[in-house]
Each structure stands twice: as structure tokens, then as C-alpha cells.
């Protein structure tokens, strides 16, 4: 049998490509198994639901916040998370709308999104662990004709929800 003998029996099924234009994009990522992408164009969240053929910004942040990272839940496809320069957002629904997630930082919440890491439990989708702080970057030391950069953490936070993201509690050093 040659290639031009074999044919999809089902028109449906004949792959079709799209292109759609974005500018500066920051980061993507696709939630496993979904047609959803999630993108940041600009520092604003752009969501999909068809994998990129349509656009739109995300329901629920504010034009203003500049969206940093965006982070998929590995475990759970339909849940993922996003950091600004002054909140933590999460997604249950495969990045149609997002919520404000209310972390216990006192005064200085400003400090807590410089970095962002956030983990979640593989079997029970109601633990989620948030890791966040404000680090320095070092520049420009010299060490055989290379210039190196590197950073030390200045303050690290971390946080925990046994809800599903609804309430956290700051995880102290004993």
C-alpha cells in the first residue's frame, strides 16, 4: 500500500493549522490534556480554550496587574496559578475565570512575589503549598575574564491551603 492509498475515512478528523499573532510573549503553557493555553502578552494573562486559535484576556485580573509567571497544576488539568507584582491568582476552571488569592503577609506583600513556586498534592486536590520572596541579584563579578551574575534569597515565605486555595496559613520555622 503507498501513502497516496491511505485516507482518513472522516473529513472531521483532517488536521487543519491556525496562526495567530501575539506580541511578547512572556511565558505559555498548556494544560495537560485540555485544548487550553494560558499566555502572558505584555505582562497580561491571555487565555484559550481552542489551543491559540482565539484570545482573550483573563476574566477576573485587572488590566493594571502585571502577570508574571504562570504555573499548571501537574496533578489536576483544570487548575492553575499565576503571580503578579502584587497578587497570586488560581484558576479552577482551566483559566476561564481567576481569583485573588488572600495570602496572611502582614504588611509587606510587596515583598512576596519577586519569586513564585507553588506545589500541589497529587491526591488530594485541597493541599497546595505557595513558596514566595524577594531575592538579590549580584552582577558583573569578575572570575577569569567571565562576568558572573548570581542571587541570594533575601526573605522566603511560604504558605499553606488544606481548602483548595480559599484560605492559607504562613508556614513559620520552628
Known amino acids: 500500500m503507498s501513502s ?4 482518513l475515512l472522516d473529513p472531521a478528523l483532517q488536521p487543519s493549522v491556525s496562526v495567530t499573532m501575539v506580541e511578547d510573549v512572556g511565558y505559555l503553557t498548556i494544560l495537560d490534556k485540555t485544548s487550553t493555553l494560558l499566555l502572558i502578552e505584555k505582562s497580561r494573562l491571555l487565555y484559550s480554550n481552542n489551543c491559540g ?3 482573550s484576556y483573563a476574566n477576573g485580573i485587572d488590566s493594571d496587574v502585571k ?3 504562570i504555573k499548571a497544576d ?17 484558576t479552577n476552571d482551566q483559566g476561564l475565570s481567576w481569583q485573588k488569592i488572600s495570602l496572611p503577609m502582614g504588611k ?3 515583598e512576596l512575589h519577586a519569586s513564585f ?3 500541589t498534592h497529587p491526591f488530594n486536590k485541597d493541599h497546595i503549598i505557595i513558596d514566595s520572596g524577594t531575592y538579590n541579584t549580584k552582577c558583573c563579578e569578575s572570575h577569569e575574564d567571565k562576568i558572573m551574575s548570581y542571587f541570594t534569597i533575601d526573605k522566603a515565605y511560604s504558605f499553606f491551603s488544606n481548602d483548595g486555595g480559599k484560605s492559607f496559613t504562613r508556614i513559620l520555622p520552628s
Request: charged share 25%; proline share 3%.
Open 67 to 69: 502577570v508574571k509567571q
Open 53 to 55: 486559535i482565539t484570545l
Open 4 to 7: 497516496s492509498d491511505i485516507r
Open 108 to 110: 509587606s506583600s510587596e
Open 74 to 90: 501537574p496533578f489536576f488539568n483544570w487548575r492553575a496559578f499565576a503571580s503578579s507584582d502584587r497578587a497570586v491568582y488560581i
Open 117 to 119: 513556586c507553588c506545589k
